[in-house]
Every structure is written in structure tokens, then in C-alpha cells.
């Protein structure tokens, strides 16, 4: 995992050499985003384990090394970032939710809503980073500055959020389990534990 760190760090230093900002940032923002399990770990006393600190570190290395030409050069790199982005957030939520699940009677959600819900809720994050993107794109041109975030069309976001989907239904079928420890980690903190 510290390696994948570290090749994101070598892109960051990458886009600074190069002088480009778009490589920079993003691979500096990852590179803190890949520091939340360990802060979850650490500070909050939740235990995830080794497989979501690597998928969330394997998706940013995904789309820093994305950056340096990849998305231009190879047409299925989007497609492959989105999927593994999206299925970090369906992950994410899956935890949270069954974690709510487990923690009050009150509330039963049976597993093929809870697939569905995934679905949306990786999409609406879809929705809302496609929205981030050409906000992001339109301030930076408005100010003068060169954007961070490449924006193709409106078409591509549309591909992308089908992509997403894909990302949460791959999460829905085949990831739940896997982070069944994850949600009952989380569970024993809302019950205090």
C-alpha cells in the first residue's frame, strides 16, 4: 500500500516538475484521500483492514496516473476510474448503511434494497463530481487560471455515470461481504464499544 503511496507522491512531484497544475493538485488531493483509513483507523478507533485502505489507494493512483495522458491516450481508462471510484463510494455507503442496519431494530433493510440504494447513491456522487467538474472547469477559466479537472462533454459525464453504476453494482453483488467487518466495526461505535 505504501508503495501505491508513494507512486501517487511520484506523480505529484511529476505534475510540479512539469509545471502541471491539472497533475499536481489532483495527485496531491489523492494522496490525502488515501491518508483517511489510517486517520479512520487511528483517531476514530475504526478497524477497516487492508482491502478498503487498498482499493481506496488503487483508485487514486488510478486517476493521478490518468492525468499524466492516460485519460487522452487510452479511451477505457475513464471507464476503468469510474468504475473503481464509484465502487470506493458504494463501498463506503454499503458500510455506513448496514452499519445503521445492525445498530437499531427499528430499521430492516433487506439486501436487494440495499443494492439498489447503492446504485443511487454511487450515482448521485457520480452526479454530483460530474456537476464539481464543470463548476470546477468554468471558475478557473472565469479567474484566469488553467482548470484542474478535464471536462470533455456532456456525453462523456453521461458515460461515466453509466460507469459509475457499474462501480455500485459490482459493489452490490460481489463487495457486501467483504465489508460485513467493516459495517460491524462501525456498529460497535455507535453502540460505544
Known sequence: MHALQAAVALVFVVGVVTRNPSVAVNALLGLLVTLVPNVLERDYGVVLGPLPALWVTLAVLLHSLGMLGLYDTLV???????????????????????????????????????????????????????????????????????PVLVVYSLEDAIVDLAYDALGGLLVAWFGTTRLDSVSRELEARLQGR
Do not use: N
Open 76 to 146: 477505457w481508462w475513464d471507464h476503468l476510474t469510474h468504475t473503481f471510484s464509484a465502487g470506493v463510494a458504494a463501498g463506503a455507503a454499503y458500510a455506513a448503511v448496514h452499519a445503521v442496519d445492525l445498530h437499531t431494530d427499528r430499521l430492516y433493510l433487506p439486501p436487494p434494497f440495499i443494492g439498489v440504494l447503492l446504485i443511487v447513491v454511487t450515482l448521485g456522487f457520480g452526479v454530483l463530481w460530474e456537476t464539481a467538474e464543470f463548476v470546477a472547469r468554468d471558475l478557473a477559466i472565469r479567474f484566469g487560471f488553467r
